[in-house]
């Protein structure tokens, strides 16, 4: 059974720096893509980052890109999302999920597995 547990959340003033990370377990092959996603109060879910396991590519949302990375440690089965110069936008629960079902990198995939989230708030 894959879990995903994400941890690296909390409040920051705009302009700084968090890094959040999910750790995962259980997967049985090494064909598999984990994606950030977040959701704001009264907003839809939006994918933010996205890595494949296969090749190593990643996928990033146009309002991130150059402020946030993706990146990841096997050794430590952790996937983790560098953010930089955070906005009040960025404020949202972000969650982690992975699916074994695809190998590219896509936010439109039928995640199968997700995380319980953690909360980032940017705020001054």
């Known amino acids: 059974q894959v879990q995903l547990v994400e941890s690296g959340g909390g409040l920051v003033q705009p302009g700084s720096s968090l890094r959040l990370s999910c750790a995962h377990s259980?997967?049985?092959?090494?064909?598999?893509?984990i994606t950030w996603f977040r959701q704001a109060p009264g907003k839809e879910r939006e994918g933010v980052s996205c890595?494949?396991?296969?090749?190593?590519?990643?996928y990033y949302a146009r309002s991130v890109k150059g402020r946030f990375t993706i990146s990841r440690d096997n050794a430590k089965n952790t996937v983790y999302l560098q953010m930089n110069s955070l906005k009040p936008e960025d404020t949202a629960v972000y969650y982690c999920a992975a699916t074994d079902l695809a190998t590219m990198c896509s936010f439109s995939h039928a995640y199968n597995y997700w995380g319980q989230g953690t909360q980032v708030t940017v705020s001054s």
């Open positions: 259980g997967f049985t092959l090494d064909h598999y893509v």
């Open positions: 890595l494949s396991n296969s090749d190593g590519n990643t």
